[in-house]
């Protein structure tokens, strides 16, 4: 059986290479294999939006999203 035990390990990110992309959305799409979120920034005055990233996960990776999230942003 597999040993569970959270593996210490380094990000590294080189800032040069790796854009900070601002968003003023997020869509979420899902269906029983996974979850879908398309982050979009407004253009200019006209109402519309583009996607600048996409992200794929499985279900239980974004219920892990999510529960991190909670607990860094103190949510209960």
Known sequence: ???????EFSINC???KTPILYT???????NEH?????FAQSVGPAPQQFIVSSMGMTR???KQLIQTMKDTLGIE
Do not use: F, H, I, K
């Not at 059986?1 to 593996?7: F, G, I, R």
């Not at 003023?24 to 899902?30: E, G």
């Open 24 to 30: 003023d959305s997020v869509y979420v799409l899902t």
């Open 60 to 62: 239980e990776q974004a």
């Open 1 to 7: 059986m597999a040993d569970n035990q959270p593996t």
């Open 34 to 38: 996974g979850v879908v979120l398309d």
């Open 14 to 16: 080189d800032r040069t």
